[in-house]
């Protein structure tokens, strides 16, 4: 059974940052490719950015190009979601969704950060 | 970006009913849509990948069909737990998009 692990809540001041991580279970990490995606209250899904981590590669939404970077770790199944420049608009459910073309996606339960003054 | 839309916004059914949920995609995207049933403060459950692939320990009440920019989810003979709210999503393009979601609930 493959899981999806993600770190807890963060509560952060404008400007700041924070720092996510994801670690998948059950399945070898290197097929998937990890998506990064966010629910703002009441909204829908936005997606952030994609890292695989066999290739290395990383795709990053145009809307976060510049305060976002996408990190994994293969010795520890983990990728990492990091956001600067925090605003109040960050606040959101941030989830990731790991990608296999073999054995298909699966989410984690989201990390939770309230940007807050 | 690939705009995803889905249809109906929602719906009303009883149990036992069979439900077609439909998503269109602004360009073709060959196989590449996912659906998931998100219950509220929940993670999104996946159903179907490569448009018809059911998931792993999904029920086969699930079925999906379709390709390029027209896609559907069926759901035969729903289940108390089924009424939710269902989503798509586009993972062939760069930004991955998403449908606007179909609740469905009880009638």
């Known amino acids: 059974e493959v899981r999806v692990i993600q770190s807890g809540a963060e509560v952060k001041r404008p400007g700041s940052t924070v720092k996510f991580s994801c670690t998948v279970r059950g399945y070898t990490f290197v097929d998937f490719s990890v998506h990064w995606v966010r629910q703002a209250p009441g909204r829908g899904h936005e997606w952030v950015a994609l890292?695989?981590?066999?290739?290395?590669?990383?795709v990053y939404s145009a809307q976060f190009q510049g305060r976002v970077s996408v990190t994994a770790d293969a010795s520890t199944d983990t990728s990492y979601l990091e956001l600067r420049s925090l605003t109040v608009d960050d606040t959101a459910v941030y989830r990731c969704e790991a990608e296999s073309p073999r054995a298909g996606l699966f989410w984690g339960q989201g990390s939770l950060v309230i940007v807050t003054s | 970006d690939i705009q995803m839309t889905q249809s109906p916004s929602s719906l009303s059914a009883s149990v036992g009913d069979s439900v077609t949920l439909t998503c269109r995609a602004s360009q073709a995207i060959m196989h590449y849509l996912a659906w998931f049933q998100q219950k509220p403060g929940k993670a999104p459950q996946p159903l179907i990948y490569a448009a018809s692939t059911l998931q792993s320990g999904v029920p086969s009440r699930f079925s999906g069909s379709g390709y390029a920019t027209e896609f559907t989810l069926t759901i035969a003979s729903l289940q108390p737990e089924d009424f939710a709210t269902y989503f798509c999503?586009?993972?062939?393009?760069?930004?991955?998009?998403f449908g606007q979601g179909t609740r469905v609930d009880i009638k």
């Open positions: 999503q586009q993972y062939n393009f760069y930004p991955v998009t």
């Open positions: 890292i695989n981590p066999e290739e290395g590669r990383t």
